[in-house]
Nanobody, 126 residues
């Protein structure tokens, strides 16, 4: 059974940092493409960052230069380092996976996600 369990969310002031983690189990993590999405109530879920099986990464324009996605294949864990956080980064952050590594997934389109975690909340406020 595929399981994705996020942690590391919290409340920070603008300009602060957080590091999210996603513990993966039940599938071949090293060969999967993984991503982070976020969602604010009343809005569509949007892609934040993706990482391919060969560690190639892609980012949404809104987070380029501030966020960094990485994978630890020995510990089956996905990370999202978030720096210089802004109020507009507030939302529920979800870990996502796609073992086909489809182009749509790498372009951060939620319709191509095969598996979702339960989410971890991030609040950026002064």
């Amino acid at each position: 059974e595929v399981q994705l369990v996020e942690s590391g969310g919290g409340s920070v002031q603008p300009g602060g940092s957080l590091k999210l983690s996603c513990a993966a189990s039940g599938f071949a993590f090293s060969s999967h493409c993984m991503a982070w999405f976020r969602q604010v109530p009343g809005e569509e879920r949007e892609g934040v960052a993706a990482i391919r099986y060969d560690m190639i990464t892609r980012y949404a324009d809104s987070v380029k230069g501030r966020f960094s996605i990485s994978k630890d294949t020995e510990n089956n864990t996905l990370y999202l380092q978030m720096n210089n956080l802004k109020p507009e980064d507030t939302g529920m952050y979800y870990c996502a996976g796609d073992h086909y590594c489809r182009e749509g997934f790498l372009r951060l389109m939620s319709a191509f996600v095969e598996a979702w975690g339960q989410g971890t909340p991030v609040t950026v406020s002064s």
